[in-house]
């Protein structure tokens, strides 16, 4: 079945870059996500791909897709304590499936000052 | 910013009682979601609804149920809450295009 990996910590100095790394199974999916979620909160889209470009990019954000990979990143350039939070990795799955997308994990990003 | 709304945001209960957590959506969406995530960040997809009259399991076993009379209106009921019920309870709809999920803030529930 469908499946979305990505690693569960990771940590960084403030003003560093950060990049979170996500792989999924589904070749099929047509939107590929990122959210973000901060403690005692719901998610929240970060930002989000189709599935036939390789990059996109907004202000401190960088998503790159590698379909043939099936892998996906989000890089936070200039990392500030704010995004200290849990990003979550997502896919589109098909229509007519239960529910709408799969997620992973999610990781947690801590900044430190 | 997204129009839906969770109540309570935090629920403390005893073992036994019934509670209803309440979902709320301004945005005329059919679908609609509710996961239940562990206190170690994972989601698990626990109901789902694609329009009125329409609800589905989703694919975590939950003794809760929920029901879809209005489009904007999606409650979470469990009859008789256990400590193993304890934990965060998101709700989120979406318009069907992108596939984008529009979450609210979660309530939080603890069953003593």
């Known amino acids: 079945g469908e499946d979305v990996e990505q690693s569960l910590f990771l940590s960084v100095r403030e003003g560093d870059s950060s990049v979170i790394n996500c792989t999924y199974t589904?070749?099929?999916?047509?939107?590929l996500y990122w959210y973000k979620q901060e403690p005692g909160a719901g998610l929240q889209l970060l930002t989000y791909i189709f599935s036939n470009m390789d990059m996109k990019q907004d202000q401190r954000l960088t998503v790159l897709l590698n379909k043939k990979d099936k892998h996906l990143s989000l890089r936070i350039a200039d990392t500030q304590t704010g995004d200290s939070a849990i990003y979550f990795c997502?896919?589109?799955?098909?229509?007519?499936?239960?529910?709408?997308?799969?997620f992973g994990k999610g990781t947690k990003l801590s900044v430190k000052p | 910013e997204a129009d839906i709304y969770q109540t309570p945001r935090y629920l403390v209960i005893g073992t036994g009682k019934k509670i209803t957590l309440e979902c709320s959506q301004t945005m005329g969406h059919d679908k609609m979601y509710w996961y239940q995530q562990d206190p170690g960040m994972e989601l698990h997809l626990i109901h789902y609804s694609y329009g009125v009259n329409s609800t589905e399991k989703g694919d975590l076993s939950s003794e809760s149920t929920v029901s879809r009379i209005r489009t904007e209106h999606f409650p979470l009921t469990l009859e008789s809450a256990r400590p193993s019920h304890t934990s965060q309870y998101l709700c989120a709809s979406s318009d069907g295009n992108t596939g984008e999920l529009f979450f609210g803030e979660g309530s939080r529930l603890t069953v003593l």
């Open positions: 997502a896919e589109s799955i098909p229509q007519g499936s239960q529910g709408n997308l799969i």
């Open positions: 589904d070749s099929s999916s047509t939107y």
